[in-house]
């Protein structure tokens, strides 16, 4: 045990003689005004570790300072979409109403073609298609209270609509002119021949019973005759005859005719309350 | 403790290497772990494991080298640093314990104190005390050293450590 201690001892008193003498050679080197060998050996060993130690830690922070851009864009990103999205929004609703505008002014226009400048015509916004696929209905916002009754008349614009079916205080259930219970008086606008025009349940009608010596083409304007007790306004536009077939047995012509109306994009209409 | 216990020695050329790369650290990176302006003193962490591995002898002569190195890399101070290492160091391998490689207890609490220990040595050999508030900047020099501890003790003792019987 003592050797052990003896020769630690020694250890210590050689590390601290070596300390004093590099210390003094340290001292008498600087106050010479010159470099001492141990700094100098120092700085170059340690000049290699430190540089690339730099380097790094300069990637490193680069690195980090990428990361941190990045989250920061990322969350400028989401705020900015979300502000896209309700620009976008705000676009569309003005949009909405523009179109919405000028559907109306087309209506009022055509409000004021209608016999007695239209005083009976009542605007009605459509809040529901038909709900089973048994008929071709739609549902508005006007009722009874506005003084809608059954078997009124109901068109747009661009053309025939259909017939009040159902009514209740606020609202009116409106059979479409293409449901295949419907039929309507209609009218070869350019010759005059008549006929009956039904509901095919499909996107287009039939204009049934035109005599077989009847000029009717494609292209022709099929409007409403008047003749019948519901659709009693003349002159309403039903469509264009897309094609016509005479049908032997019967001696008859059946013209195809597409809705001048697209039923699938109705969103105002005007209801005939007389 | 049994007399044919095998002596634990470091490969000389691990501590140097170590003691480098430490002071390299500090003079470098290690800014950016300070706490309060304070940073951990790697080297003294290095030299105070290595007399706690080999004992107090050698464990004086690594220190004196530790300070020595500071010293030189600082450009001043170099016999208060060399001395105050030295014998921290050397009192760090009077602490008698078996060498556990996976114990890191004992290597962070001898850490702690040696770090204490060479500041208040420093703090009576220094020609002038270059810093305010020494037992605030030491405690926490102390605390940061001790928490460098595992990682340095680790290493010198997975990479340094042979036994000679």
Sequence with gaps: MFPR?????????????????????????????????????????LSP????????????????????????????????????????????????????????????????TLPRSGENALAATVIGVKPTNAFNTITVDRGANDGVQAQQMVLTPRGLVGQVRVVTPNTATVLLITDLTSGVGGRVQRTGWR???????????????????????????????????IFQVKGIVIGKVENVRLDENISVKTATVRPAVDFRRLEEVLVLTQ | MSLDRPTPRLRLPIVIGAMIIALALQTTVLHAVSIGGVKPDLVLVVALCAGLIVGPGTGALIGACAGLLEGYAQGAHIGSLGLSRAAAAFLAGTVETHVMPDNVIVPMATVFLGSLAAHAIYFVVAPEFPIARPLRIGMTESLLNMLFTPPLYLALTRWGLTYRR
Excluded at chain 1, 196 to 212: C, F, N, S
């Design chain 1, 5 to 45: 201690v003896d020769r630690n001892l020694v250890r210590l008193l050689l590390a601290l003689l070596i300390v004093v003498l590099l210390a003094a050679g340290h001292r008498r080197a600087t106050s010479a005004g010159e470099e001492s060998l141990g700094a100098t050996i120092v700085a170059v060993t």
């Design chain 1, 49 to 112: 570790f430190q540089r690339t130690l730099v380097s790094s830690a300069r990637m490193l922070e680069n690195a980090w300072g990428i990361v941190r851009e990045i989250r920061t864009l990322y969350a400028e990103n989401q705020r900015l979409r979300a502000r896209v999205e309700q620009l976008e929004q705000r676009v569309n609703i003005l949009n909405e109403r523009a179109l919405e505008n000028q559907r109306l002014r087309e209506m009022l226009r055509f409000r004021e």
């Design chain 1, 195 to 229: 006929g009956v025009v039904r509901g095919t349940a499909g996107p287009l009608l039939e204009m049934t019973y035109i005599p077989k010596e009847a000029d009717v083409r494609r292209g022709d304007l099929v409007v409403t005759s008047g003749v019948g007790s």
